[in-house]
């Protein structure tokens, strides 16, 4: 079972510092106990070459109405200005991506069980919905990635298990220009009993060790006939 140890937030913290400063000291956002504390519905899209090779994927986080308040808490408004809204999600938004890639964009990709690495992040926008934030940046391979006859698999979440990230309901994700015959499944988690009742276990101030996340983390597997 992991070791927990208290601490800010370092994914919160890595995301927008001056933003979790002052959520921890007006105590605000936060549920009183359990991990996960904050919550992610998570979009994708494979992009493909016209030689039908992976190059990029992109992917939309929607954050839950909490975060997306204390981020842009003018939301709270009574009448919230939704034009200066925007402006503010759409400058923070290239600072996020910048940041995620000091964390590795909380990616995990294999192919045919090989790691996947050499990508770049880009940020490509954000949309505020009535009370909700969401961020979409892009990834690029170096290389292009020919999926054919091939079983590319990806996780993305928040080693710390501080943060839940899952693909939004009924959302598999989206193939563009893919080969044709191509299979899309998510392989929900099913974390052992005892790691779960660890997680229910931690206060908003206590820190997992990074072994937790990935056994609360959705696999998406694709797989394109030769």
Not at 64 to 90: H, N, W
Request: glycine share 8%.
């Amino acid at each position: 079972q992991p070791a927990a140890r208290v601490k800010r937030p370092p994914l919160l913290r890595l995301l927008w510092p001056a933003v979790v400063t002052f959520a921890a000291a007006a105590g605000f956002g936060f549920s009183a106990q359990a991990h996960p504390h904050e919550w992610i519905d998570l979009r994708v899209r494979l992009i493909f070459d016209d030689d039908r090779r992976l190059t990029a994927v992109e992917r939309a986080w929607m954050f839950d109405p909490f975060f997306s308040a204390y981020v842009l808490d003018e939301l709270t408004d009574q009448r919230p200005d939704r034009a200066a809204i925007a402006a503010k999600a759409e400058a923070l938004g290239p600072e996020m991506v910048g940041n995620l890639a000091q964390h590795g964009f909380l990616n995990d990709w294999h192919f045919d069980g090989e790691p996947v690495t050499g990508l770049s992040g880009s940020f490509v926008g954000t949309r505020v919905t009535r009370d909700q934030l969401e961020l979409t940046f892009r990834l690029d391979l170096d290389q292009p990635l020919e999926l054919r006859g091939g079983r590319f698999e990806y996780s993305v979440f928040d080693p710390t298990y501080y943060i839940e990230i899952l693909h939004a309901r009924r959302h598999l994700p989206e193939l563009r220009g893919a080969p044709r015959g191509c299979r899309r499944e998510i392989i929900e988690p099913a974390p052992p009993e005892d790691l779960a009742a660890f997680a229910a276990s931690l206060d908003q101030n206590a820190e997992s060790d990074e072994g937790l996340g990935i056994h609360f983390a959705a696999r998406a597997v694709i797989e394109c006939r030769g």
